[in-house]
């Protein structure tokens, strides 16, 4: 009798079975490995980021150092450029003394020709004819002591006219040399000026470059703490890295699972004694992103709804899947509240013991194993 090769029923379930154990082998690490891969990711991105904001803040110091050094070429270069306008006007004045003083000595040297012309026509009268022409003695010495007075006038003018002319003169090349100097200063701190500005534009620049690529990084890491928010809401525990977290690490994602009533997350801060106390001077890092979050109920606030009649954390306001975060390093457990802290009313949880002996709760997230 030829045997069936037909699979049986029994086989086929076995087979099934096989198959569903060998992926679920297959999948688990794969599942592990995306969280701490977008674990890492997200430490990586925040240490970029720090290194990013580093540079620019040090090419902020940089450009405003720059930029005071640019406002005091500027000033110095406005005030040697005052000091050309000073020197220019100077010349200028000196130019124009020179110009009326040679007109005035030109004056006097005609004036001077007129005299000794005069002077040469009465040269040609003898003494006798002059003396003769003369009313007495007297009158002949002092038209004699006239006419040499007035040579005599004449000729001091001049000489004093050209003396203030070589002057000036002197006066005028010694501000020419100052203000060729002047000018010299004044283009060699305009060239500074232009050196540093072109540095500083340089250096504005590589900061705007940094900031953004700080603003990308952010990004970046928001898009990834999103994606491992995500990642613990797929209700498995395989995908919920449970071990030592840092400050600021992605615990969970904000829900409305146990006694709820409406998306938020429930903070809370037990001390070494297991007593509840005032979370604020445990946060070290913000729980949410505030805003679009905001506290909608303090700690201590007066309850019925709880034992105590008071509530015993600080509630904040999120939408559903928003990250949340470790107020602090230390060691993190998830899971439901009925099983970790005795009580349903929680949900789904993270706890995180602190060095200090306190313990953070962030109750109400969502995934979990349905709690």
Request: aromatic content about 6%; some cysteine.
């Amino acid at each position: 009798m030829k045997r069936s090769t037909t699979p049986t029923f029994r086989q086929t379930l076995t087979r099934a079975f096989i198959v569903l154990a060998v992926l679920a082998v297959a999948l688990v690490p794969l599942k592990i490995a995306s969280a701490e891969t977008l674990g890492e990711k997200i430490t990586n991105l925040q240490a970029q980021i720090d290194a990013s904001q580093a540079e620019a803040d040090r090419l902020r110091h940089e450009g405003d150092t720059l930029q005071n050094a640019l406002a005091i070429l500027t000033a110095e270069k406005n005030a040697i450029q005052t000091q050309v306008d000073l020197s220019q006007a100077k010349y200028e004045e000196l130019t124009k003394k020179i110009e009326e003083n040679q007109k005035k000595l030109e004056r006097q040297q005609q004036v001077l020709g007129s005299t000794i012309s005069d002077l040469s026509a009465e040269s040609q009268t003898s003494p006798i004819e002059l003396l003769a022409g003369s009313s007495s003695i007297g009158d002949f010495i002092d038209r004699q002591e006239y006419r040499s007075s007035v040579q005599d006038q004449i000729e001091s003018a001049i000489s004093a006219v050209k003396k203030l002319k070589a002057e000036l003169a002197k006066q005028r090349k010694d501000v020419e040399d100052v203000l060729a100097q002047q000018k010299v200063q004044r283009d060699q701190l305009a060239a500074k000026e232009a050196e540093q500005a072109s540095l500083l534009a340089a250096t504005r620049s590589q900061e705007s470059a940094y900031q953004a690529r700080v603003g990308d990084l952010k990004a970046q890491k928001a898009a990834a703490e999103a994606a491992l928010a995500a990642s613990l809401n797929s209700r498995s525990y395989t995908v919920s890295p449970v071990g030592y977290v840092n400050a600021g690490a992605v615990v969970g994602s904000v829900g409305s699972t146990g006694m709820s009533t409406g998306p938020h997350l429930h903070l809370e801060v037990r001390t070494s004694s297991g007593a509840v106390t005032n979370p604020d001077p445990f946060i070290k890092s913000d729980p949410v992103n505030m805003p679009p979050a905001f506290i909608s109920q303090h700690y201590g606030n007066p309850d019925p709804m709880y034992v105590r009649g008071w509530h015993p954390g600080t509630d904040y306001a999120a939408n559903t899947g928003a990250p949340i975060y470790a107020i602090d390093s230390g060691m993190m457990y998830r899971g439901c509240s009925q099983a970790m802290l005795g009580t349903w009313a929680y949900g789904y949880v993270a706890i995180i013991e602190h060095s200090n002996g306190s313990r953070s709760i962030y109750a109400h997230m969502s995934g979990g194993p349905g709690c």
